[in-house]
């Protein structure tokens, strides 16, 4: 195959591994190799990222912002639905990886490219996320994944090869983890992280503020939203990557969003990861109770019964398949009428709802009270009662 390939776009972070696959590629498929680096809010140096591309072969690289499109395409999306995988990964890095496919497709079409290239491992999640994206967009296109090829089968032997090529790259052995980063969260894994038995060191976190170390005055925060979608923060209209970005230094600043789990991956093993999302974990507690006085009881249960098989969808990677589609279009259709104001306590790691109110309210003071109304005569409850325990009543019977 290394002599059929001409030209290969690489989704590149400029971290250690895409770093050595850029070297690798050109060294072992003699190709022109473009890079393609995604600006989804990480705050990287992407002028040093261009030079690293460059000094270590590139014979072009694309860097583009696509903060907004990932979260208001992607990201408020998932959160509409409230999607959580295993009920407590709020999908980060998963949501984040068929954006960066869809656009290195994009790229080598108009590149004339024949393969595309990515850096994740034969173990993980991420190269099936890239891999259905890719071929949902292009069926033909060829793609070449370095870890299911190449004898570098560890961190220490990616630093070392770097090392020898003069590559420079940020990770070290006192810091090995594999981090990735987006407007929506930061994860970390590998190193010490790899005994599910050690604690994450306080020095691994990047973005939030310890729990302990927070102010010691709770902050109140008000969000409004439409259709599902939050649309102003403090009573100030912010665009979609604002208000997350806003969001994430409030919930930082009060050490909110930290989670350690262990996690189910695709391929069949369980890996654990330490994850940093502040702003997202605001976001879903705000969405959850505007949608408590805006959704009707049966629709959202059946919406919730969903969110499992819709959170797994995301997390295995099939953001473009049909079926994900037609749960999108029914989660949207349930947040026609979710527009209101939420406001929310911030202290000390917790996220708290003390208010929520709206035009579209479902609930009715006058019927939920427990002092004297006129709407409501609970003697009517006493046959709603008697009719759902008859079939209780009649097994019973049959037991005596």
Known sequence: MADKIKKVVLAYSGGLDTSVILKWLIETYQCEVITFSADL???????????????????????????????????????????????????????????????????????????????????????????????????????????????????????????????????????????????????????????????????????????????????????????????????????????????NFLGAKHGIGRTDIVENRFVGMKSRGVYETPGGTILRVAHMAIESITLDREVMHLRDSLIPKYSELIYYGFWFAPEMKILQNMVDMTQQNVSGRVRLELYRGNCRVVGRKSDNSLYREDFATFEDDSVYSQKDAEGFIRLNALRLRIQKMLES
């Open 41 to 247: 809010g990480q705050n990287d140096d992407f002028d040093q990222v261009k030079q690293n591309a460059l000094s270590t072969g590139a014979s072009e690289v694309y860097i583009e912002d696509l903060s907004e499109t990932f979260v208001k395409e992607y990201v408020f999306p998932v959160f509409r639905a409230n999607a959580i995988y295993e009920g407590q990964y709020l999908l980060g890095t998963a949501i984040a990886r068929p954006l960066i496919a869809k656009r290195q497709i994009e790229i080598a079409h108009h590149e004339g490219a024949d393969a595309v290239s990515h850096g994740a491992t034969g173990k993980g999640n991420d190269q099936v996320r890239f891999e259905l994206s890719y071929l949902a967009h292009d069926p033909q296109i060829k793609i070449i994944a370095p870890w299911r090829e190449w004898n570098l089968n560890s961190r220490t032997k990616l630093m070392e090869y770097a090392k020898t090529h003069g590559i420079n790259v940020p990770a070290t052995r006192e810091r090995p983890y594999s981090v990735d980063c987006n407007l929506l969260h930061i994860s970390y894994e590998g190193g010490i992280l790899e005994d599910p038995w050690n604690a994450a060191p306080n020095d691994i976190f990047t973005m939030t503020v310890a729990p302990q170390a927070a102010p010691d005055e709770p902050e109140m925060v008000e969000l409004t939203f439409s259709s599902g979608n939050p649309v102003t923060l403090n009573g100030e209209k912010l665009s979609p990557a604002q208000l997350l970005k806003s969001l």
